[in-house]
């Protein structure tokens, strides 16, 4: 799949649907290590992070402060599609995590592996950049998605839900729209259209 520099929410939606519909087809079948594996490689895809460097201090500043509300401003504060491919993604990763019996893998281990992929600390430091700066980026990195994965789902399902009433409303306004296609469900048929 090929990836747009520029996402609209609509785009950012699609991709995160397909993430998660790809991902339930075959998570069953996967290692733990191969699912991390392939969630890693969709994040490297990616143009950006889905945390840029741009909000990185905010969400650090939130952490360290444990400042709910200011953590709350600073997923407000994303680009649309960061901010609502970050719901699709926080809201899978709340399930592997509530199937830690299961998958071995709770919220702690999740954010640990995934938080630099999904996260991008400021550049500033890069060039000089010591094995013990690179630690305490790593482990920064650790605890804003950790603590991005303790913020209940009933938040993230609101950006999901959003997008999926714009996507139907827009396609409600569309001529040709594919409406109808998006609210079958797998009861209804669909009536053949006449030849003429």
């Known amino acids: 799949m090929q990836i747009p520099s520029k996402l609209c929410s609509t785009e950012s939606e699609s991709i995160g649907r397909e993430f998660i519909a790809s991902w339930s087809q075959y998570s069953s079948s996967l290692e733990t290590n191969s699912e991390q594996g392939c969630i890693k490689m969709f994040f ?51 399930k592997v995590a509530e199937n830690t019996s299961k998958n071995q893998m709770p919220a702690e281990n999740l954010a640990t592996v995934l938080a630099p992929e999904i996260i991008e600390h400021s550049n500033l430091i890069v060039n000089t950049q010591t094995a013990e700066d690179s630690y305490k980026i790593n482990t920064n990195q650790t605890i804003i998605l950790l603590r991005l994965l303790k913020v209940p789902s009933e938040f993230w ?10 996507v139907l409303a827009a396609e409600a306004r569309t001529p040709g729209s594919r409406t109808a296609l998006l609210s079958e469900t797998p009861g209804t048929q669909r009536k053949q259209p006449k030849a003429l």
């Open 157 to 166: 399902n609101r950006f999901t839900e959003n997008n999926m009433s714009a």
């Open 44 to 94: 490297r895809q990616l143009r950006d992070t889905v945390i840029p460097s741009t909000s990185y201090n905010d969400f650090l500043q939130a952490v360290e402060e444990s400042d709910e509300k200011k953590l709350i401003q600073s997923v407000f504060e994303l680009p649309a599609p960061h901010r609502d491919t970050l719901a699709y993604i926080i809201l899978h990763l709340q």
